[in-house]
Protein backbone atom coordinates (compact mmCIF):
# COMPACT_ATOMS: atom_id res chain seq x y z
CA UNK A 1 0.00 0.00 0.00
CA UNK A 2 1.04 3.90 0.53
CA UNK A 3 4.09 3.55 2.50
CA UNK A 4 4.58 4.91 5.75
CA UNK A 5 1.53 7.57 4.55
CA UNK A 6 -0.94 6.82 7.93
CA UNK A 7 -3.45 9.33 6.75
CA UNK A 8 -3.71 7.71 3.47
CA UNK A 9 -3.43 3.65 5.21
CA UNK A 10 -6.22 5.04 7.39
CA UNK A 11 -8.74 6.03 4.64
CA UNK A 12 -8.18 3.06 2.37
CA UNK A 13 -8.53 0.93 5.21
CA UNK A 14 -11.99 2.76 6.42
CA UNK A 15 -12.68 3.13 2.68
CA UNK A 16 -12.23 -0.83 2.28
CA UNK A 17 -14.13 -1.66 5.44
CA UNK A 18 -17.41 0.08 4.67
CA UNK A 19 -17.17 -1.19 1.05
CA UNK A 20 -16.85 -4.84 1.99
CA UNK A 21 -19.42 -4.00 4.98
CA UNK A 22 -21.97 -3.09 2.37
CA UNK A 23 -21.56 -5.58 0.01
CA UNK A 24 -22.07 -8.21 3.05
CA UNK A 25 -25.06 -6.14 3.93
CA UNK A 26 -26.54 -6.12 0.16
CA UNK A 27 -25.76 -10.10 -0.29
CA UNK A 28 -26.70 -11.15 3.45
CA UNK A 29 -30.59 -9.26 2.02
CA UNK A 30 -30.35 -10.74 -1.31
CA UNK A 31 -29.78 -14.15 -0.20
CA UNK A 32 -32.95 -13.25 2.77
CA UNK A 33 -35.30 -12.82 -0.01
CA UNK A 34 -33.97 -15.92 -2.21
CA UNK A 35 -34.30 -18.18 0.09
CA UNK A 36 -38.11 -16.85 0.97
CA UNK A 37 -38.57 -16.67 -2.83
CA UNK A 38 -39.33 -13.40 -2.30
CA UNK A 39 -38.28 -11.05 -5.54
CA UNK A 40 -34.49 -10.36 -5.13
CA UNK A 41 -34.70 -6.50 -6.83
CA UNK A 42 -38.05 -5.48 -5.19
CA UNK A 43 -37.59 -1.91 -4.53
CA UNK A 44 -36.09 -0.35 -1.70
CA UNK A 45 -35.54 -2.48 2.08
CA UNK A 46 -38.47 -2.36 4.29
CA UNK A 47 -38.50 -3.62 7.83
CA UNK A 48 -39.92 -7.58 7.57
CA UNK A 49 -41.95 -7.10 10.74
CA UNK A 50 -43.77 -3.68 10.30
CA UNK A 51 -43.38 -2.98 6.98
CA UNK A 52 -42.12 0.86 6.86
CA UNK A 53 -39.87 2.11 4.02
CA UNK A 54 -36.15 2.06 5.90
CA UNK A 55 -34.03 5.49 5.48
CA UNK A 56 -30.68 5.91 5.16
CA UNK A 57 -29.80 6.06 8.80
CA UNK A 58 -31.29 2.40 9.50
CA UNK A 59 -28.38 0.90 6.49
CA UNK A 60 -25.26 2.11 7.48
CA UNK A 61 -23.29 -1.50 7.58
CA UNK A 62 -22.53 -2.20 11.28
CA UNK A 63 -23.19 1.40 12.54
CA UNK A 64 -26.99 0.88 12.13
CA UNK A 65 -27.61 -2.40 14.20
CA UNK A 66 -25.28 -0.90 16.83
CA UNK A 67 -27.14 2.32 17.39
CA UNK A 68 -30.76 1.01 16.75
CA UNK A 69 -29.29 -1.74 19.16
CA UNK A 70 -30.75 -4.70 16.84
CA UNK A 71 -33.96 -3.27 16.76
CA UNK A 72 -36.34 -1.74 14.00
CA UNK A 73 -36.71 2.39 14.91
CA UNK A 74 -40.32 1.95 14.11
CA UNK A 75 -41.32 -1.22 15.30
CA UNK A 76 -38.84 -2.28 17.78
CA UNK A 77 -38.30 -5.77 16.50
CA UNK A 78 -35.51 -7.32 16.37
CA UNK A 79 -33.02 -7.01 13.45
CA UNK A 80 -31.31 -10.61 12.88
CA UNK A 81 -27.89 -10.59 14.55
CA UNK A 82 -26.70 -11.73 10.88
CA UNK A 83 -27.03 -8.58 9.84
CA UNK A 84 -24.32 -7.34 11.95
CA UNK A 85 -22.00 -10.34 11.96
CA UNK A 86 -22.11 -10.94 7.95
CA UNK A 87 -21.28 -7.02 7.49
CA UNK A 88 -18.19 -6.94 10.21
CA UNK A 89 -17.15 -10.10 8.58
CA UNK A 90 -17.02 -8.65 5.02
CA UNK A 91 -15.45 -5.31 6.55
CA UNK A 92 -12.70 -7.37 7.77
CA UNK A 93 -12.53 -9.74 4.73
CA UNK A 94 -12.29 -6.26 2.52
CA UNK A 95 -9.29 -4.68 5.13
CA UNK A 96 -7.70 -8.38 5.02
CA UNK A 97 -7.33 -8.69 0.94
CA UNK A 98 -6.24 -4.71 0.94
CA UNK A 99 -3.75 -5.39 3.90
CA UNK A 100 -2.54 -8.57 1.10
CA UNK A 101 -2.98 -7.47 -2.58
CA UNK A 102 -2.14 -4.14 -1.58
CA UNK A 103 -4.43 -1.08 -3.78
CA UNK A 104 -5.28 -3.28 -6.94
CA UNK A 105 -7.55 -4.77 -9.10
CA UNK A 106 -6.67 -8.35 -8.06
CA UNK A 107 -8.17 -7.13 -3.73
CA UNK A 108 -11.13 -6.24 -6.10
CA UNK A 109 -11.35 -9.21 -8.17
CA UNK A 110 -10.61 -11.31 -5.11
CA UNK A 111 -13.48 -9.32 -2.93
CA UNK A 112 -16.16 -9.55 -5.18
CA UNK A 113 -15.66 -13.58 -5.06
CA UNK A 114 -15.59 -13.19 -1.69
CA UNK A 115 -19.28 -11.75 -1.43
CA UNK A 116 -20.19 -14.52 -3.77
CA UNK A 117 -19.22 -17.20 -1.21
CA UNK A 118 -20.70 -15.39 1.44
CA UNK A 119 -24.13 -15.64 -0.20
CA UNK A 120 -23.17 -19.42 -0.99
CA UNK A 121 -22.80 -20.04 2.97
CA UNK A 122 -25.56 -18.22 3.27
CA UNK A 123 -28.14 -19.91 2.13
CA UNK A 124 -26.61 -23.42 2.24
CA UNK A 125 -26.11 -22.75 5.93
CA UNK A 126 -30.42 -21.97 6.34
CA UNK A 127 -31.48 -24.62 3.61
CA UNK A 128 -28.63 -27.20 2.64
CA UNK A 129 -28.47 -26.49 -0.78
CA UNK A 130 -26.37 -23.77 -2.91
CA UNK A 131 -28.41 -22.33 -6.20
CA UNK A 132 -26.34 -23.15 -8.99
CA UNK A 133 -26.76 -19.28 -10.00
CA UNK A 134 -23.69 -18.19 -7.62
CA UNK A 135 -21.33 -20.80 -9.19
CA UNK A 136 -22.24 -19.93 -12.51
CA UNK A 137 -22.08 -15.95 -11.56
CA UNK A 138 -18.32 -17.08 -9.79
CA UNK A 139 -16.97 -18.69 -12.97
CA UNK A 140 -17.83 -15.74 -14.70
CA UNK A 141 -16.01 -13.29 -13.00
CA UNK A 142 -13.67 -15.76 -13.10
CA UNK A 143 -13.31 -15.17 -16.79
CA UNK A 144 -14.14 -11.45 -16.92
CA UNK A 145 -11.04 -11.06 -14.79
CA UNK A 146 -8.85 -13.53 -16.48
CA UNK A 147 -7.36 -11.08 -19.16
CA UNK A 148 -6.40 -8.87 -16.11
CA UNK A 149 -4.47 -11.15 -14.14
CA UNK A 150 -0.81 -9.87 -15.35
CA UNK A 151 0.01 -13.43 -15.93
CA UNK A 152 -0.49 -14.99 -19.59
CA UNK A 153 -4.29 -16.19 -19.91
CA UNK A 154 -2.93 -19.79 -21.08
CA UNK A 155 -1.02 -20.13 -18.06
CA UNK A 156 -3.67 -19.19 -15.82
CA UNK A 157 -6.48 -20.88 -17.28
CA UNK A 158 -4.77 -23.91 -17.48
CA UNK A 159 -3.86 -23.90 -13.56
CA UNK A 160 -7.25 -22.73 -12.65
CA UNK A 161 -9.13 -25.60 -14.75
CA UNK A 162 -6.12 -28.22 -13.34
CA UNK A 163 -7.19 -26.90 -9.71
CA UNK A 164 -11.07 -26.95 -10.30
CA UNK A 165 -10.98 -30.40 -12.13
CA UNK A 166 -8.57 -32.09 -9.99
CA UNK A 167 -9.71 -31.90 -6.63
CA UNK A 168 -13.68 -31.72 -7.97
CA UNK A 169 -13.18 -35.15 -9.93
CA UNK A 170 -10.72 -36.66 -7.05
CA UNK A 171 -13.52 -36.02 -4.69
CA UNK A 172 -16.38 -37.09 -6.85
CA UNK A 173 -14.52 -40.60 -7.28
CA UNK A 174 -14.03 -41.17 -3.71
CA UNK A 175 -17.59 -39.80 -2.62
CA UNK A 176 -19.29 -42.03 -4.93
CA UNK A 177 -17.09 -44.87 -4.30
CA UNK A 178 -18.25 -43.95 0.23
CA UNK A 179 -21.80 -43.27 -0.94
CA UNK A 180 -21.56 -47.25 -2.56
CA UNK A 181 -19.61 -48.37 0.93
CA UNK A 182 -22.10 -46.61 2.95
CA UNK A 183 -25.65 -46.42 1.16
CA UNK A 184 -26.01 -42.44 2.19
CA UNK A 185 -24.93 -39.34 0.77
CA UNK A 186 -21.48 -38.63 2.29
CA UNK A 187 -21.01 -35.35 1.11
CA UNK A 188 -23.35 -32.72 -1.29
CA UNK A 189 -22.86 -32.52 -4.88
CA UNK A 190 -23.14 -29.06 -4.59
CA UNK A 191 -20.15 -28.58 -2.30
CA UNK A 192 -18.45 -30.71 -5.13
CA UNK A 193 -19.61 -27.90 -7.65
CA UNK A 194 -17.78 -25.68 -5.16
CA UNK A 195 -14.27 -26.92 -4.86
CA UNK A 196 -14.20 -26.71 -8.63
CA UNK A 197 -15.17 -23.38 -8.26
CA UNK A 198 -12.33 -22.40 -5.93
CA UNK A 199 -9.94 -24.52 -7.94
CA UNK A 200 -10.15 -21.97 -10.46
CA UNK A 201 -8.95 -18.96 -8.16
CA UNK A 202 -6.98 -21.03 -6.13
CA UNK A 203 -4.93 -23.50 -8.93
CA UNK A 204 -3.97 -26.85 -7.88
CA UNK A 205 -1.78 -26.47 -4.76
CA UNK A 206 -4.59 -23.72 -3.07
CA UNK A 207 -7.09 -26.20 -3.58
CA UNK A 208 -5.74 -28.98 -2.08
CA UNK A 209 -4.67 -27.03 0.73
CA UNK A 210 -8.14 -25.25 0.99
CA UNK A 211 -9.73 -29.08 0.82
CA UNK A 212 -7.33 -29.53 4.26
CA UNK A 213 -8.51 -26.38 5.55
CA UNK A 214 -12.16 -26.34 4.97
CA UNK A 215 -12.52 -30.04 6.69
CA UNK A 216 -10.92 -28.87 9.29
CA UNK A 217 -13.32 -25.66 9.75
CA UNK A 218 -16.00 -28.12 9.02
CA UNK A 219 -15.46 -30.24 11.71
CA UNK A 220 -15.38 -27.29 13.90
CA UNK A 221 -18.29 -25.76 12.86
CA UNK A 222 -20.15 -29.02 13.10
CA UNK A 223 -19.00 -29.08 17.19
CA UNK A 224 -19.93 -25.64 17.73
CA UNK A 225 -23.33 -25.98 15.85
CA UNK A 226 -24.45 -29.49 16.99
CA UNK A 227 -27.14 -28.57 19.80
CA UNK A 228 -28.61 -25.52 18.03
CA UNK A 229 -28.91 -28.29 14.84
CA UNK A 230 -30.38 -30.83 16.85
CA UNK A 231 -34.23 -30.40 15.58
CA UNK A 232 -33.11 -30.49 11.89
CA UNK A 233 -34.66 -33.26 9.77
CA UNK A 234 -30.80 -34.42 8.36
CA UNK A 235 -28.30 -34.58 11.36
CA UNK A 236 -26.30 -36.36 9.80
CA UNK A 237 -25.34 -33.45 6.77
CA UNK A 238 -23.55 -30.66 7.85
CA UNK A 239 -23.93 -27.29 5.63
CA UNK A 240 -20.31 -27.13 4.21
CA UNK A 241 -20.22 -24.05 2.40
CA UNK A 242 -19.15 -21.83 5.13
CA UNK A 243 -16.53 -24.03 5.70
CA UNK A 244 -15.33 -23.76 2.30
CA UNK A 245 -15.59 -20.37 2.01
CA UNK A 246 -14.08 -19.83 5.58
CA UNK A 247 -10.94 -22.23 3.81
CA UNK A 248 -11.11 -20.07 0.85
CA UNK A 249 -10.06 -17.04 2.43
CA UNK A 250 -7.61 -18.22 4.18
CA UNK A 251 -5.98 -19.67 0.98
CA UNK A 252 -5.99 -16.43 -0.38
CA UNK A 253 -4.45 -14.89 2.19
CA UNK A 254 -2.09 -17.40 3.08
CA UNK A 255 -2.16 -19.81 0.60
CA UNK A 256 0.91 -18.85 -1.81
CA UNK A 257 3.42 -19.10 1.63
CA UNK A 258 2.34 -22.24 3.01
CA UNK A 259 2.13 -23.90 -0.55
CA UNK A 260 5.67 -22.34 -1.74
CA UNK A 261 6.94 -23.86 1.83
CA UNK A 262 5.50 -27.35 1.66
CA UNK A 263 7.14 -27.88 -1.84
CA UNK A 264 10.03 -26.62 -0.48
CA UNK A 265 10.18 -30.46 0.74
CA UNK A 266 10.08 -32.06 -2.73
ZN1 LIG B 1 -40.27 -2.51 11.95
Redesign the pocket.
Given at each position: MVENNWPAIIYFTALAFLTGAAGGSFINCLSWRMVRAECVMKGRSR??????TLGVLDLIPVFSWIFLRGR??????AIPFRYLWSETLMGTVAVSLLFRYGLSLKAIFYLIFTFILLGEALIDWEIYEIPDGFHLAAILWWCVYLPYSGEPVTERLTAGLMGGVSIAGGLRLLTTAFDRMLGKESMGGADIKLFFVTGLYLGFPGNLLNLIVSCIMGLILAALSSGQRKEREEPSLIPFAPAIAVGTWFCLLFGKWITSWYAGFF
Open positions: CPSCGNCRFCRA
